[in-house]
C-alpha cells in the first residue's frame, strides 16, 4: 500500500504543476483514481471539460507528464462529469 501512497503522491504533485496552466485557459482538471492496470482517470473541468484540444493537452502534456511523474502511469483516461 506504501508504494501506492507513494504513486499517488506522485501524480497530484504532476497535476498541481500542471493546473496554473489549466487555470489560465479557464480550466482545471480532477485527479479520481489509479486503476490495477496503471490507468490514471481524472475529470477536465471547466473550459477544459468541452475545449477540442482537450484530447491533445491530455495525451501530448497530461500523460506525458504524469508517466514522466509516476512510471507506474500507463494511460491517461478523461472521464465524464
Not at 17 to 45: C, Q, Y
Not at 58 to 64: P, S
Request: with cysteine; glycine share 6%.
Amino acid at each position: 500500500m506504501e508504494n501506492k501512497e507513494k504513486t499517488l503522491f506522485k501524480i497530484e504533485q504532476a497535476i498541481d504543476e500542471l493546473r496554473p496552466f489549466m487555470h489560465a485557459d479557464g480550466g482545471d482538471i480532477e485527479f479520481i483514481e489509479l486503476t490495477d492496470a496503471g490507468v490514471a482517470k481524472v475529470r477536465l473541468l471547466g473550459s477544459c471539460s468541452d475545449c477540442s484540444m482537450s484530447h491533445m493537452t491530455l495525451k501530448a502534456g497530461l500523460e506525458e507528464a504524469l508517466k514522466a511523474a509516476a512510471p507506474e502511469v500507463l494511460k491517461v483516461e478523461a472521464i465524464e462529469a
